[in-house]
């Protein structure tokens, strides 16, 4: 493919940007497959926590170059940023030992453990959040059931109880927020390192079968899991299982409430779900940008990156690159596949992908199997919004129970 190459450090982001990016993510990527600059909006983080140098891959070539290549585009740097706030963990890690973590971790994951999770936590789960607001003939899909139920699958799946769920929750959203109001985000992660170690405790003492148990009776070379290391991947597991799975479950709602010939296609037959699902991960991916940082002078689509510069991989903008997808700015649950990249690559792709796939799904199905004639009610001008993670501020509906 021919370089498309601009090397200047540019702050030209649009007015609307927060709302909708993706004008300017085109112009950005038809102007330069990488450029000297960044799409992320620092304008509320701690200057200690902002890079000294940025770049921004944009094309779907350079991201997925960037992300395949590791160790060049390292993540190490992790350690300086959310690692502050959630301690060493496999997002940071590199080599050796980021494979020996991460194949621990990923057997809590394996499919044996999908399979029994569906009808005995995460179909129940959504059921029961459904039941909640099905007789009132209304809802808003955000608040009473995309934020709810991966909240509720992640605590059942590490063994919580339910009556910590509300104080669970909040120091959850505090921790991810830490560019924001990073004093805060560092009180959570306190609060959530004293809780997750009670539990690590009462795990040693009496074992159980959930993932918090699997972790503390877990081995590397013969040897357990420190502590530190179980409670800094738990702290991990929030941003990761809470924060991306609630916001493209109430993304896809969204696109398919505002294409209504297609949700109907999808009511009509679920098989459709999943490829619902996979076109609306790429159309509106939850978190549009990660970051990688330059281990060594290097190039990146013709574009000269110096070592220890930060490079954005802006997913947003290459999953809806035009010289991989025919109406690349179209939102069709009917294309012909070809495989987003909102799930990383290479040997950081995200552990949960399989875990996300089939929440949203089950929730799509619940939801469908019980209600019909579902209207977006547009009174308050629900949108999709948020950088870099993106989801609908409400989903209020109406609907008629089956």
Not at 44 to 60: D, Q
Not at 149 to 159: D, N, Q
Not at 219 to 230: C, Q, V
């Amino acid at each position: 493919m021919e370089s498309r190459v601009q090397d200047v450090v540019v702050d030209d982001k649009p007015a609307d940007f927060i709302r909708d990016p993706y004008p300017y993510f085109a112009k950005k990527r038809n102007e330069a497959g990488v450029f000297h600059g960044t799409v992320v909006d620092y304008s509320k983080t701690p200057e200690p926590l902002r890079p000294k140098n940025s770049f921004a891959a944009m094309s779907f070539d350079a991201v997925n170059k960037a992300f395949r290549d590791g160790q060049i585009f390292g993540s190490a740097y992790y350690d300086n940023t959310i690692g502050l706030f959630i301690g060493p963990s496999i997002l940071a890690m590199e080599g050796k030992k980021h494979r020996e973590h991460r194949n621990l971790v990923s057997a809590a994951f394996k499919s044996k453990a999908l399979a029994r999770w569906e009808p005995a936590i995460v179909r129940p789960i959504c059921n029961a959040l459904i039941d909640e607001f099905i007789d009132a003939g209304q809802a808003d899909l955000v608040r009473n059931f995309t934020f709810e139920f991966p909240t509720r699958v992640i605590a059942e799946l590490l063994g919580l109880p339910a009556e910590d769920l509300p104080e669970f929750r909040r120091r959850a959203v505090q921790l991810i927020n830490y560019t924001i109001k990073y004093e805060r985000a560092f009180e959570a992660s306190a609060a959530l390192k004293d809780y997750f170690l009670d539990q690590i405790e009462r795990r040693k003492a009496e074992p159980t079968e959930d993932i918090i148990g699997d972790l503390v009776t877990a081995e590397i070379d013969g040897e357990k899991l420190s502590d530190e290391a179980i409670y800094s991947f738990l702290r991990l597991l929030l941003p990761a299982g809470l924060e991306t799975t609630y916001r493209s479950s109430g993304n896809l709602l969204f696109l398919l409430l505002t294409h209504p010939n297609q949700f109907d296609a999808v009511q009509a037959n679920h098989q459709l779900i999943a490829p619902a699902i996979e076109e609306g991960l790429r159309f509106e991916t939850p978190l549009t940008t990660v970051q990688r940082f330059a281990t060594e002078d290097t190039e990146l689509e013709g574009v000269k990156i110096p070592a220890r510069s930060a490079v954005d991989l802006c997913i947003g903008s290459a999953n809806r690159d035009e010289q991989r997808w025919e109406r690349a700015q179209e939102f069709d649950i009917f294309r012909a596949h070809v495989p987003h990249i909102s799930f990383a690559a290479g040997e950081h792709t995200c552990l949960g992908l399989h875990l996300a796939r089939m929440e949203t799904r089950v929730a799509l199905e619940c939801l469908l199997s019980r209600v019909t004639n579902i209207k977006l009610v547009t009174d308050e001008d629900p949108h999709i919004y948020g950088q870099p993670f993106r989801s609908p501020n409400a989903l209020p509906v109406t609907f008629d129970a089956k």
